[in-house]
């Protein structure tokens, strides 16, 4: 053989390379549209995920001392979980552009104006948006309860969230009775508020 003939099988061998370089990288690509797709599409249970997922630790349950934590509300007034404590309270996270959180939106409101009068106190908090898009948020809704905006995640994280809405139920005793995550209907609102304001 010359030094400088090309042995035949070389040329097919390169060719095999680049056909295998180019099915890993198809593959990978499918892999990530697949992850982008599952990540934000809402999850048919009404949980939108949020981006990284919650920190770590277990989330507060039914039972528990909810975490206390000190904000500032849109009016600027301030406001904390141990402020509420002796009366029922909602504590609910969403964000306006989360859709199962909009799709719930005017039950929730409406849900808190008609068991105000019963002593009912409503916090939300809004994840990864800043206190300008909570305020023209609110307002288009028509949202009367005090919001906090949590642009870092910093409460968000107290509470272990990894998707939204999730609705923490808090006794006058300032323990959790019931945790929900997902998107609630009517009739859930109306059951889980009614067994607050009673209990």
């Given at each position: 053989?010359?030094?400088?003939?090309?042995?035949?099988?070389?040329?097919?061998?390169?060719?095999?390379?680049?056909?295998?370089?180019?099915?890993?990288?198809?593959?990978?690509?499918?892999?990530?549209?697949?992850?982008?797709?599952?990540?934000?599409?809402?999850?048919?249970?009404?949980?939108?995920?949020?981006?990284?997922?919650?920190?770590?630790?277990?989330?507060?349950?039914?039972?528990?001392?909810?975490?206390?934590?000190?904000?500032?509300?849109?009016?600027?007034?301030?406001?904390?979980?141990?402020?509420?404590?002796?009366?029922?309270?909602?504590?609910?996270?969403?964000?306006?552009?989360?859709?199962?959180?909009?799709?719930?939106?005017?039950?929730l409101q409406?849900?808190?104006?008609?068991?105000?009068?019963?002593?009912?106190?409503?916090?939300?908090?809004?994840?990864?948006?800043?206190?300008?898009?909570?305020?023209?948020?609110?307002?288009?809704?028509?949202?009367?309860?005090?919001?906090?905006?949590?642009?870092?995640?910093?409460?968000?994280?107290?509470?272990?969230?990894?998707?939204?809405?999730?609705?923490?139920?808090?006794?006058?005793?300032?323990?959790?009775?019931?945790?929900?995550?997902?998107?609630l209907s009517?009739?859930?609102?109306?059951?889980?508020?009614?067994?607050?304001v009673k209990?």
């Amino acid at each position: 053989m010359d030094a400088m003939e090309i042995p035949a099988s070389r040329p097919v061998s390169l060719a095999a390379g680049r056909l295998r370089t180019i099915l890993v990288l198809a593959v990978a690509a499918i892999l990530v549209a697949v992850v982008a797709w599952v990540v934000d599409k809402p999850a048919d249970d009404g949980v939108t995920l949020l981006p990284g997922g919650a920190a770590a630790g277990s989330p507060p349950r039914a039972g528990n001392v909810p975490p206390d934590f000190q904000a500032t509300a849109l009016d600027g007034s301030a406001v904390s979980i141990a402020a509420l404590k002796g009366q029922p309270t909602w504590l609910t996270f969403g964000a306006s552009w989360c859709p199962d959180c909009r799709a719930e939106a005017t039950d929730l409101q409406a849900t808190y104006a008609k068991y105000k009068p019963q002593g009912l106190a409503v916090l939300g908090v809004f994840i990864q948006e800043d206190q300008a898009a909570v305020q023209d948020y609110a307002k288009r809704v028509g949202f009367t309860f005090p919001m906090v905006a949590d642009p870092s995640g910093r409460i968000a994280d107290l509470y272990r969230t990894y998707g939204i809405p999730i609705h923490f139920f808090i006794g006058r005793d300032g323990l959790i009775r019931d945790v929900r995550i997902g998107r609630l209907s009517p009739g859930d609102m109306e059951q889980l508020v009614q067994q607050l304001v009673k209990g």
